[in-house]
């Protein structure tokens, strides 16, 4: 009897500390798009969350998130796109060589990411197109690779964030922050993912 209320007291504890998380990954989200838009005129930067504890779908059945997930991904892929393209375009007009630093070299290779994650989640809309293939297993690669392909996007993130532009229009404190935005997101995606397989994994066993 000790031990179930140990148990759920614990239970609780977790979900609450999740949710609190994922509120606050939230707002830095907010915080830090509307910072980087004020800055660059425009500039648009878009984060999807997906947890139990802090989506804003969470009484929808789990078709309806899927769907909303693939809305948003198409919106972050067409976004990417655009974005290269917009600044190869620059760099051309300028005469400037391109993808000279680091940040333009992970940045290409995030985009391409993106959209082969993109590509290959198909199979998971129309599951046909993967005979052979266990739903479970697509999902599990499929939130493998998603998280590789996040961690990619934050780390091209915080080399632009060291790039002359960033680093002469803001100040110190707030590259600390911005910095501390994208690397408590990138630490908070990274938990979600891998309590969600922790959880399935003790389901299973």
């Known amino acids: 009897m000790v031990y179930n209320k ?8 977790y979900a609450w500390t999740s949710t609190a998380s994922a509120v606050l990954s939230h707002c ?8 980087i838009a004020v800055l660059s005129r425009p ?4 984060i999807l969350i997906f947890s139990p504890y802090g989506s804003l779908l969470k009484k ?14 198409v919106l972050c892929v067409s976004c990417a796109v655009l974005g290269l393209a917009a600044i190869f375009y620059n760099k051309h007009l300028n005469g400037k060589p391109h993808f000279t630093s680091w940040h ?13 994650q993109s590509v290959a989640a198909l199979p998971l809309v129309y599951h046909s197109l ?14 493998a690779t998603g998280l590789v392909t996040y961690l990619l996007g934050s780390a091209s993130l915080l080399l632009g ?14 590259w600390y922050l911005s910095a501390l935005c994208c690397a408590l ?21």
């Open 130 to 143: 993967a005979k052979g293939w266990s739903l479970a297993k697509l999902k599990r690669y499929h939130t």
């Open 6 to 13: 140990e148990n759920g007291s614990e239970l609780r504890v």
């Open 104 to 116: 333009g070299l992970l940045g290409l290779l995030t985009v391409c990411a993106v959209g082969l």
């Open 28 to 35: 830095l989200c907010v915080v830090f798009t509307v910072f």
């Open 161 to 174: 964030l060291s790039s002359a532009w960033f680093t002469g229009s803001v100040g110190e404190y707030s």
């Open 43 to 46: 500039g648009t930067k878009a």
């Open 60 to 73: 929808f059945p789990h078709k309806t998130k899927g769907r909303v997930h693939w809305f948003l991904q």
């Open 185 to 205: 997101n990138a630490l908070i995606i990274m938990n979600q993912v891998s309590s969600a397989y922790t959880s399935k994994k003790r389901l299973q066993s």
